[in-house]
């Protein structure tokens, strides 16, 4: 069973995990702008906790296709007062920082105490995100995305798709232990440079990732994948996003990181009835 690491206590995944999301930005694409004053800010932490959520994640950019970045001092400006009303509100809580810079990690961790770096690069826009990691010996969600946002969606191509995200992870995985970090979870990048083909069949395939020996994050919440096939917007998505991460707990998803934290939860809740042991 796959562990990590968290506030100095050793934690499993024998129920899976919830990733409650929180985007303090102005332009994601299903929740940008939803939270804009700091009492809202705190009652959607309350929400993911009160609905079960396991880890708050925190984003303080978008990374929706064709979006333009924003300076590494426009994140750090959005989210350091933010980690301060949350860390002071919940000091106990789990939280996660959804960051590829460095900078901005080394800041969350050391000053706000945050627990998880969730990079949606895996350690490839930053060359100084993995050494950092090491030093900061937290866990590290390492995501795989092909190309960067701006253009990872112009024309995704793989020559053997698993394969070829499965030898990302490999490479990466071997530049951690070699700098001494332990605590990785793997995350397949759904819609990050992937056709809604290669994100069902990822899907599909989700357990042959777990020869990596990482636990697995997958997120599924409100993206096209689900839209695009069922000819809805991310509004009208939910029911569609419990019926993957339901596949996808099924496949061996160890979190599930939501918009929707209690209806994620209810997936879990029930996928752990079906496998348990008569």
């Not at 191509?157 to 951690?176: A, E, G, R, T, V």
Request: charged residues 15%; proline residues 4%.
């Amino acid at each position: 069973m796959h562990t990590i690491r968290i506030k100095g206590k050793l934690v499993d995944f024998s129920t899976p995990w919830v990733m409650g999301i929180v985007n303090i930005t102005p332009d994601s694409f299903y929740d940008g702008g939803k939270y804009p004053l700091p009492q809202q800010i705190l009652n959607r932490c309350e929400q993911i906790l009160a609905e079960g959520g396991g880890v708050i994640d925190i984003g303080a950019f978008s990374s929706k296709p064709g979006v333009c970045l924003v300076s590494e001092e426009e994140e750090l400006a959005r989210l350091m007062p933010v980690l301060a009303l949350i860390r002071e509100r919940f000091p106990l809580a789990v939280l996660s920082v959804d960051t590829y810079r460095s900078v901005v990690a080394k800041r969350a961790v050391e000053e706000y105490g945050v627990d998880i770096i969730n990079d949606i690069s895996g350690g490839v826009m930053d060359p100084n995100m993995l050494s950092t990691i090491a030093t900061l010996q937290v866990p590290y969600v390492m995501m795989h995305m092909q190309g960067t946002p701006q253009n990872m969606q112009q024309a995704p191509n793989y020559s053997h798709l698993i394969q070829d995200i499965s030898l990302f992870f490999s490479q990466q995985l071997d530049k951690c232990h070699r700098l001494g970090i332990t605590d990785v979870i793997i995350d397949p990048g759904f819609g990050f440079g992937k056709t809604v083909a290669h994100n069902y069949q990822l899907l599909q395939e989700l357990k042959q990732f777990s020869l990596l020996n990482c636990s697995i994050l997958v997120g599924l919440s409100r993206k096209s994948m689900i839209s695009k096939v069922l000819s809805c917007d991310s509004e009208q998505a939910l029911n569609g996003t419990s019926v993957l991460n339901t596949v996808a707990l099924l496949n061996g998803a160890n979190i599930l990181r939501v918009h929707d934290v209690k209806q994620a939860v209810e997936c879990v809740t029930l996928v752990q009835q079906l496998n348990a042991k008569q």
